[in-house]
């Protein structure tokens, strides 16, 4: 019966490359405390219990960041769901606490990938545990691949691989742009302005920076059948005046202008105003291009920081 180390040792037996983006380290006896001294990886402020763990493999990133964190099992020990629960349950914390991207399990010929945040299977676009095994040399460019498209989608809040058109950054700046095109008076850059805006919107709101009723969600929720149930009154107008008022007014708070004027936030091309009755009101008809705008964004369950940033690249690109 092959031991832990042995079936790790036929998988890395020396430090190996995978598309010079990672590099995989088979350790076993090397402690994260030792790691960390070491500058091998990068320090986190770790609790005694935690820094005396010893990883059985880490694929590091260029900066030193571990994406995966592989605990190794025997296959007598990995044979029923328990066993696989168990071993996700004994190092899961300190790949969470070490910031891995990705947590792995593995007998050698099984491997169950995991959230480290969430501590649950990560799921393929249809719904299945991912078991996609990693063996450097041999399926380096899929490994890569699947490593990019968990990093873009898992979350505290999601396990599940985003269907490609949701990862494809091209995607949503093209569909925006479209969008923003019916706004005749619209410039390529206002367009551009205002994607930048309602981009940083979703992401302040991911990242909980932007709460309650100047968060994305409570706007996106106001579109709702049921909300109605909330305020029988609301329109398209009465939407766009409260994240005119709230999400937006806080994000200029939160971003002044500099000595020369710009922001981040710079022009204006949805307007709402209020009327004699004190109800909002949108004379033309931007109230309607913000909501498809906002639905569009929702499909992107959350938006990771690189995403942010490829996507304004592309959205320049794209307005230009």
């Known amino acids: 019966m092959p031991s832990e180390q042995l079936i790790q040792n036929e998988l890395y037996t020396k430090n190996l490359k995978i598309l010079d983006k990672y590099e995989c380290f088979g350790l076993g006896e090397t402690t994260v405390r030792a790691l960390m001294s070491g500058k091998y990886i990068n320090r986190f402020s770790l609790k005694k219990t935690l ?3 010893k990883p059985d493999v880490l694929i590091l990133d260029n900066n030193k960041n571990i994406i995966i964190y592989v605990e190794q099992k025997i296959p007598e020990k990995f044979k029923k769901e328990m066993d696989i629960r ?5 190092n899961i914390e300190v790949a969470k606490a070490l910031h891995s991207r990705i ?10 990938w995991v959230n480290p945040q969430t501590g649950n299977f990560i799921l393929d676009e249809n719904g299945n545990r991912i078991n996609v095994q990693i063996q450097p040399g ?3 460019k899929e490994i890569a691949n699947l490593i990019h498209n968990i990093s873009l989608s898992i979350s505290e809040f999601n396990d599940k691989i985003l269907k490609k058109e949701y990862l494809d950054p091209t995607s949503l700046a093209q569909k925006i742009n479209k969008i923003l095109v019916n706004l005749t008076f619209a410039s390529a850059k206002i367009s551009l302005y205002t994607f930048v805006e309602l981009f940083l919107f979703k992401y302040l709101s991911d990242i909980k920076i932007l709460e309650g009723e100047n968060s994305f969600q409570y706007i996106a929720n106001m579109y709702k059948e049921d909300y109605k149930l909330v305020d029988p009154s609301v329109t398209d107008a009465k939407i766009l005046g409260k994240y005119l008022d709230c999400g937006r007014a806080t994000m200029i708070k939160l971003f002044p202008a500099s000595l020369d004027g710009t922001s981040i936030i710079n022009g204006q091309v949805f307007h709402s105003t209020k009327n004699e009755f004190n109800e909002y009101v949108s004379e033309d008809n931007t109230d309607k291009i913000f909501r498809e705008v906002i639905q ?3 499909k992107y369950v959350h938006i990771p920081p690189v995403f942010y940033k490829d996507s304004y690249k592309d959205q320049n690109a794209a307005l230009n």
């Open 103 to 112: 947590y792995i399990v593995s007998d050698g010929g099984e491997f169950i």
């Open 51 to 53: 820094l005396d763990k």
């Open 296 to 298: 569009e964004f929702e």
């Open 138 to 140: 041999t399926n380096d």
């Open 86 to 90: 168990n071993a996700i349950a004994q």
